[in-house]
């Protein structure tokens, strides 16, 4: 990887910080500094025949809960009428890992999608002058924590070729982030030592297996809030962390993708969407219990307590 996609990682963690403490917008100014703004370049351009339908897929996790707080709340609708675009209605669909995103966003299948930072740098590079697939807002500012689950496995140089790690995909920050620790602790040029070791699988079903031992899983590299469910569970130990490898503020994680030319051709919904997630963002800042009892109501199965999600949302450590 190289040093200006490394940079790219760690890109506007401090204001990210700032603005929510933990899951916070980078706003459409820290994108411009990307050169991702593209997709913002019709702001000026009078609302037409635009969509009423847009399609969101986004995937398990608290870093989605921008996305989450403005479709429970009716925030895109609000936005969009706001706009003089009359109804929109903004239908949110689950997916797990840089393919499935990829796939639905060039096969149409999905309007925008919430991808990882690594996997939408691959996306932009892969689909320029194509599909030219943008950026079009930061979702969250995030911290990883690879776990063990065997008590003999207390750094990272102790995962050894009998370990398997979860990540949510070969091209998944979780994946660089291992990747970067294996060419710091093993020496330069080693960074694809770990690759054996890894295997894709989503984050519940992750977390699931470490807990219970199963699919030959001792390793996992988690987000919020399944860190918190781990760390409470008494099960498994914390071995690295993305600060460990990043730096001591956490980074960008997930990037709401978008292709050019829906952009182009919907500037009023695309602005009524960034809209629709500061006003989400804003409703976390000021109520995270509340924030936190929507999350858990749209994923029952992160298995946390109110409280736990309430603290993350407004804290500045996991």
Not at 151 to 162: H, N
Request: hydrophobic content about 50%.
């Amino acid at each position: 990887m190289s040093n200006d996609r490394r940079c790219v990682l760690k890109f506007c963690h401090d204001e990210a910080e700032a603005a929510l403490r933990g899951l916070i917008d980078c706003s459409c100014r820290c994108l411009a500094a990307l050169g991702l703004a593209a997709a913002l370049a019709c702001a000026a351009t009078p609302a037409g025949a635009e969509v009423k339908e847009v399609r969101v897929g986004i995937g398990y996790g608290l870093v989605y809960l921008p996305v989450i707080v403005a479709e429970a709340r009716g925030y895109f609708a609000a936005q969009a009428k706001k706009a003089g675009l009359g109804d929109l209605t903004v239908t949110v669909r689950r997916l797990s890992g840089p393919p499935a995103f990829n796939d639905a966003l060039l096969s149409g299948n999905i309007d925008a999608g919430a991808i990882g930072i690594t996997g939408f740098l691959i996306l932009w590079e892969k689909t320029s002058g194509r599909q030219d697939m943008r950026g079009l807002a930061a979702l969250a500012a995030h911290p990883f924590v690879l776990f063990a689950n065997k008590p003999d496995i207390k750094a990272f140089t102790d995962f050894g070729e009998q370990d398997k790690i979860a990540i949510t995909a070969p091209t998944a920050p979780q994946a660089i982030i291992m990747r970067m620790a294996a060419e710091k602790f093993y020496g330069p040029g080693q960074y694809a030592r770990i690759d054996n070791l890894l295997v894709a699988m989503a984050h519940p079903d992750a977390v699931a297996a470490l807990l219970a031992g199963q699919a030959g899983l001792t390793g996992y590299m988690g987000t919020p809030p399944f860190i918190a469910t781990l760390r409470k569970s008494g099960k498994v130990r914390a071995v690295l962390t993305s600060r460990d490898m990043l730096g001591p503020a956490d980074a960008t994680g997930v990037v709401l993708t978008v292709a050019a030319a829906f952009v182009d051709n919907n500037p009023g919904v695309a602005r009524a969407l960034i809209a629709a997630m500061e006003d989400a963002m804003a409703f976390i800042a000021a109520d995270p219990e509340q924030a936190a009892a929507i999350y858990l109501k749209a994923e029952p199965a992160a298995k946390i307590g109110r409280d736990d999600v309430g603290r993350r949302c407004c804290a500045t450590a996991p």
